[in-house]
């Protein structure tokens, strides 16, 4: 879809808290002095077509969706959609606009952040923790950021490759970093409660950027910064 229409200025839908009110991204962050708006056109996440789909859905399978329990559940799964997938509507690089100038050029490290996201192939959570770092370049970010750029990309339909791509190559550039290193272990619902069924299996992908990728000492310290102590 055309990006003029994916960050059109709107308000729209689920908040996080899975009221199906204005979810104005996050309060005071929204930062639309820099001509950036992060909610796109209510329009388009279409609630109704949610409840007629899963509507659909509950007569597919063989249940009667106007029985008791299920009357109300084509709302509160459209309403959880628009929560889980809020993401699509925000734009992340609204987190990082906010730099502090600071002479440290040692690595940084957020580890384990918890991370929910979805994967697009069976619409299932993958849970996992994410760990970030990088190298700054004379300016450094405040840490709750990371951990809400991580949200936002997460809270797409996503695979876990990209996510951990697209984070990296964000910080790189938005950050001007010398170096940035994300590693994402993620345990996918589709592989632990169906297909395989393989309940304690984890996935783990990693996107190394800058001197991260070029100096294998600096690759190897902020892998053993993550895993060294388990
Ligand atoms: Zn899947």
Not at 28 to 50: F, K, N, P, Q, Y
Not at 121 to 138: K, S
């Amino acid at each position: 879809m055309p990006s003029n229409q994916f960050w059109a200025e709107a308000s729209a839908y689920g908040n996080g808290n899975g009221e199906p009110v204005d979810c104005s991204f996050d309060e005071a962050e929204d930062d639309s002095s820099a001509g950036l708006s992060v909610v796109r056109d209510s329009a388009s996440i279409d609630m109704d077509r949610i409840r007629r789909a899963v509507r659909e859905i509950l007569l597919a399978v063989g249940e009667d969706p106007d029985r008791e329990g299920l009357r109300e559940t084509p709302d509160r799964v459209a309403r959880m959609y628009a929560e889980v997938f809020q993401g699509l509507h925000q734009d992340p690089g609204v987190h990082l606009k906010k730099l502090f100038t600071q002479k440290y050029d040692e690595m940084v490290l957020i580890r384990d952040i918890r991370m929910v996201s979805f994967c697009e192939h069976h619409l299932l959570p993958v849970i996992g923790r994410a760990h970030v770092a990088y190298i700054p370049n004379g300016k450094v970010i405040g840490l709750s950021k990371i951990p809400r750029v991580v949200d936002v990309l997460a809270k797409r339909p996503q695979m876990q490759e990209r996510l951990t791509e697209e984070l990296a190559d964000l910080l790189m550039r938005e950050l001007d970093a010398k170096g940035v290193a994300v590693v994402i272990e993620g345990t996918h619902s589709c592989m632990t409660i169906r297909g395989v069924n393989k309940p304690d299996s984890s996935f783990v992908t990693s996107a190394m950027r800058g001197t991260f990728r070029e100096r294998l000492a600096t690759r190897s310290e902020v892998m053993s910064l993550i895993f060294g102590s388990r």
